[in-house]
Structure formats: C-alpha cells, structure tokens
C-alpha cells in the first residue's frame, strides 16, 4: 500500500524531537489521566452510588457524562474554527480537574452528576482541541506516529485502571478514584500553558459550516432519552425514545457535514465511517463481560479479561500505522472494518454456549487490531479532507458520529435483551445482535472501497 501524499521521511524521534518533545509529553499525560478516569469510574461505580444511596439513578453518572461531552464537543469545534484550540486546550482539562474535585467530596448525587457533567464538558472540549492541536504541530506525514503514542496511552489504563481503581475502592475509600488524578491534570495543564504560548496567531477563516449549540443540545437531549428509553422499557420509554431519535436526526443534519448521512463520498464517508466503526464495536465491548459470566460462568472479575486484549491489539495496530507511514489510510480504514467483522463474527459465537469461551480472546484481539488500524487513519484522513478553517467543525462532527453510533448500537443490544433474552440468559439477544453488528461492519467496507481517485 503506498500513498503519494507528502513524501518527506519521517525521523523515528518525531515525537521527541526538540520542537514536540513538551507538546507530546503534555498530550500523553492528559489522554492518560482522561482514560485512567474512565476506566477507573466504571469499577467503583457500583460502591459509590450505593454509599450516596443513589442505586434508582445509577445510570444518570454515565448518562450526564455524555450529554454534556455532546454539547462541549459541538462547542469546542466551533471555537476552535474561530479562536484556534488554545481556549479550549485550557479549559478542556481545567473543568475536568474541577469535576473530579466536585464528584470526590460529593456527599449526595446531586452533587456527584454536577461533577460528571463537569467532568464530561472538560472531555468534550479536550478530546476536539487536541486533534486541532495535532492537526497545528505535526505534518500529514507524522500524524499517525502521535495517533498511535495516544492509542498506547490508553493502553496502561485499559490493563490497571480496573484493579488500581478497585484497590483505592476497597482501601482508602471510592473518592481518591477522582482526587487522586487531581494532581496530575494540574501538571498537565501547566505543561499546555506553555504548549499553547508557542502556537501561532490563529486567523479564521471566511465562511464554511458552523454547529449550532441549540442542535448540540438537541442532540444531546436526543441521545439521552435513546439511552434511557434502552434500559427502563416500556410504552411511556417507546414514545419518548421515538421523540428523541426525531430530534436527533434533525439535530445531527444541522451538526454533521453535508451527504454524512448518506455516506457521500469524501469527508462524510470518513465521518460516516467513525459512526459505524464506532459504533458496531461499542455493541459487542458493552455485552462481552455479560456474555462471559451469564453464558461461560466467569466470575465478575475474569468476565472483563478479554477486553484488555482489546487495548493490546488497538494499541500494537496503531503502532504500526505510525512505523509503516506509506500505508495508504484509505485501504487501511477497509483493512479495519474486515478485521472488526471478523471479530463480531468471533463475538456472536462466543455468545452461544455450546461455542468454546477462548474465542472471546480471539475476538477481541482481531476486533482490536481493525480498531487500532480503522481510526488512526479515519482521523489522518479527516484532517486531509478538511480545509483548515474547518478542521474544528469536522473534527466535532466526528466525535458526535462517534457518540452517536455507540449509543445507537449499545441500546439496540439494551432492546434485544429485553424482547428475546434476558441478563440471566442473552444468548438469543447477542445472535441477534451480531447479525446488525456485522452488517454494520460489511458497510463500512462497502463504502471505503470507493474513494475519489485523489486524495
């Protein structure tokens, strides 16, 4: 596979070179500490709550979290097509820092959803104004090297964020899952002050889309009552989730770029892409811990286990996107939706029980080698469609996409569970569930495999 598009070599110490070196030590340690969070909370979720006495809400921490990185992701796009990612590279990790304070004194729920939201909107602008900031400091050529340092940095998160978060539950007690990190976000912001000092005067461009923050909302609220209407079922939660879903379809045609929803060529094939990739694989990671236990007997501790070959396989595909730079990305999206399907394939026979359990290991270690291959290029490829006045607006829109398509999918499974299976037994509800997966991931290659001749 070979790529005509800036033909320069590329030095093996891009990322540590005397001109990166403080840019990609201060965007490691952030994408670090917002992984290590996000994997930490999940775990001591259960005790938290329980100790706020807050079990009737106990899907509001997780919900709130996304509606607000919805709004704040909408908002720093459009920020950052007008002041550049400075504002938002800054604010991104101080509400979060400000969430994690709130959330770790909180003595009711109240005040914990308050801190998740905070929490929430500082990952929403965080997550758009780095990949500005890539997009600023680094070539076309040299992204793919600091996609795959990022993929890496989730990679010691995704293996000991569980445990360690557990152990500070058990220890010392659920709060220090979110003081703890509190330190650290302050030096990493520290580090991006003087990142941002060396960015060059931002002009804006003329013209070109622009996300309205009602929509952000809209789609927010959207997303929300879909999430909602997934897990409490019943007519009431049909009539609201068919409310939200029209709202969000009229919200996202005002949020993505033109034609995504029709998958026309060029940048919104890319960003249609982010949605189905996302999306299909967010389907099986949700129900593969429930798979394990409810279906093969693993204990709630091993029923995750597979998941960490997940951020292994991601992480060494990535890595290999940013040694083998002549890759062609185009090819290496199709690569990794053919790798994904495999997996789901894997997936779907794992979740029936005369099927052996070892195939979920496979499953997530095909599945997360197409991740690590798909998204490195789908974000290299972004920025290469996107004029540069635009880069904000594209890059939100295919984080919304993101969003979008892993809460569609993941309530989808919510939905099957309840009409054809139940926790106790989901075999019936994962076939089912396979099968949209799959197809899901045979249209991402249907539609990578017919690019414009150029890029």
């Known amino acids: 596979m070979t790529s005509t598009v800036d033909p320069a070599p590329v030095r093996r110490s891009v990322l540590w070179s005397a001109d990166h070196r403080l840019t990609t030590i201060a965007l490691l340690l952030v994408v670090t500490l917002v992984a290590f969070e996000n994997m930490g909370v999940a775990t001591a979720m259960p005790t938290l709550v329980a100790d706020l006495h807050g079990?009737?809400?106990?899907?509001?921490?997780?919900?709130?979290?996304?509606?607000?990185?919805?709004?704040?992701?909408?908002?720093?796009?459009?920020?950052?097509?007008?002041?550049?990612?400075?504002?938002?590279?800054?604010?991104?990790?101080?509400?979060?820092a400000a969430g994690l304070l709130v959330a770790g004194t909180a003595t009711g729920m109240p005040t914990l959803l308050l801190g998740r939201a905070l929490q929430g909107f500082g990952s929403g602008l965080l997550l758009v104004s780095v990949s500005l900031l890539i997009a600023l400091t680094f070539t076309d050529r040299e992204r793919p090297v600091i996609y795959a340092a990022n993929a890496a940095a989730w990679v010691l998160p995704a293996v000991i964020g569980p445990s360690v978060a557990g152990f500070l539950t058990v220890s010392v007690g659920w709060r220090w899952v979110f003081l703890g990190l509190v330190p650290l976000v302050v030096i990493g912001v520290t580090?991006?002050?003087?990142?941002?000092?060396?960015?060059?005067?931002?002009?804006?461009?003329?013209?070109?889309?622009?996300?309205?923050?009602?929509?952000?909302?809209?789609?927010?609220?959207?997303?929300?009552?879909?999430?909602?209407?997934?897990?409490?079922?019943?007519?009431?939660?049909?009539?609201?989730?068919?409310?939200?879903?029209?709202?969000?379809?009229?919200?996202?045609?005002?949020?993505?770029?033109?034609?995504?929803?029709?998958?026309?060529?060029?940048?919104?094939?890319?960003?249609?892409?982010?949605?189905?990739i996302a999306g299909a694989y967010a389907g099986m990671e949700a129900y593969l811990p429930l798979t394990m236990s409810a279906v093969h007997g693993y204990s709630p501790a091993l029923a995750g286990l597979p998941l960490t070959i997940t951020a292994l396989g991601w992480s060494a595909a990535s890595a290999a996107q940013g040694r083998y730079l002549n890759w062609s990305k185009e090819a290496s999206l199709r690569t990794g939706f053919w790798l994904v399907a495999a997996g789901l394939v894997c997936f779907g026979l794992v979740s029936q029980p005369w099927f052996p359990a070892w195939t979920a290991f496979v499953a997530c270690a095909v599945g997360g080698a197409g991740m690590g291959t798909a998204m490195p290029a789908i974000s290299v490829l972004l920025l290469r469609y996107s004029p540069e006045g635009e880069r904000g607006f594209n890059t939100s829109a295919m984080q919304l996409a993101d969003w979008v398509g892993c809460a569609l999918l993941i309530g989808l499974g919510g939905v099957l569970l309840g009409l054809v299976g139940s926790v106790l037994n989901p075999s019936p509800a994962m076939a089912l569930l396979t099968v949209a997966l799959v197809a899901l991931a045979l249209v991402g290659v249907r539609l990578t495999g017919r690019w414009p001749s150029k890029v």
Do not use: E
């Open 55 to 96: 079990q009737s809400l106990y899907s509001w921490p997780f919900t709130i979290f996304l509606i607000s990185s919805v709004v704040a992701t909408v908002l720093s796009g459009r920020l950052g097509d007008r002041r550049g990612p400075a504002p938002a590279l800054l604010a991104g990790p101080a509400l979060f």
């Open 191 to 276: 580090m991006l002050m003087v990142v941002v000092r060396r960015l060059p005067a931002h002009v804006p461009a003329t013209g070109g889309p622009r996300a309205g923050v009602i929509q952000a909302v809209i789609a927010a609220i959207g997303v929300a009552a879909l999430t909602w209407a997934a897990q409490h079922q019943s007519l009431l939660a049909l009539g609201y989730g068919t409310v939200g879903l029209i709202a969000l379809g009229y919200a996202l045609r005002k949020l993505l770029p033109a034609g995504t929803l029709t998958s026309r060529r060029g940048l919104p094939t890319v960003v249609a892409s982010r949605a189905l």
